[in-house]
């Protein structure tokens, strides 16, 4: 079976092909041949995810799904939140992490929590799945694997971030992880 992740982020198809294999195979935008960034203007993770399935559900017709996701930050007063991925003003992971440490220098709080809200659209209709963990930010980035702010997210439990994790490890603990389950879990009693 198919489903259409309506993501240009690889690192995201990567991890969501993992949780999803062997039952699904992830098509996403680049393999629809949709080569649109589609505009993120809502104000919230649950719009800019219904945002970005609608625009693939109207314009190709086909039923899908969509990834809103980003690291709010306590002691930032949840920054960056739906900003996670130009947080500097560009897409550049490492500037936006750079400047995240730079912003709590000094500050003793260092809780923060990953969020994904996704968007189903199946049949016309909008399900949305919420998938949230917490943790803390590390004052220097360890670990290569992963993307984004992974090299200094410690999530609570765990002396590691999720850099030094490998796939399959985040993949039973993060927030994709939890929003995704329930995604699947959606689909399998959905018959419609
Ligand atoms: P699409 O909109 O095309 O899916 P994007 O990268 O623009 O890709 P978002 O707008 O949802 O995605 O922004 C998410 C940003 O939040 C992402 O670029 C990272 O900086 C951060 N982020 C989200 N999930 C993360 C994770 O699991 N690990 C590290 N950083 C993450």
Redesign the pocket.
Known sequence: KKLVF????T??TD?VANILAPEYQVLN?KDINCLV??P?TGDT?AE??TL?STYVYQNYHLDCF??????EVEALNNE?G?F????SGI?D?NT??QLLLKNLEGKSDRKAR?K?VISLLKNGENHLFEGVIEGTIRTEPTGSK?????PI?QPDGYDIT?AEMEMSE?NKI???ALAMQKLIDFLRNDNS
Do not use: Q
Not at 66 to 71: C, F, K, T, V
Not at 84 to 87: E, F, I, L, V
Not at 146 to 150: E, N, S
């Open positions: 309506a993501t240009n982020n690192h995201k991890e935008l960034d589609i993120e993770f800019n995810a970005k969509a990834d809103d996701s980003g690291l960056p739906i996670s991925a130009r947080y897409k992971d936006n992490l990953f994904t992963g993307f984004g702010y992974d997210f999720f985040k993060s927030h994709r």
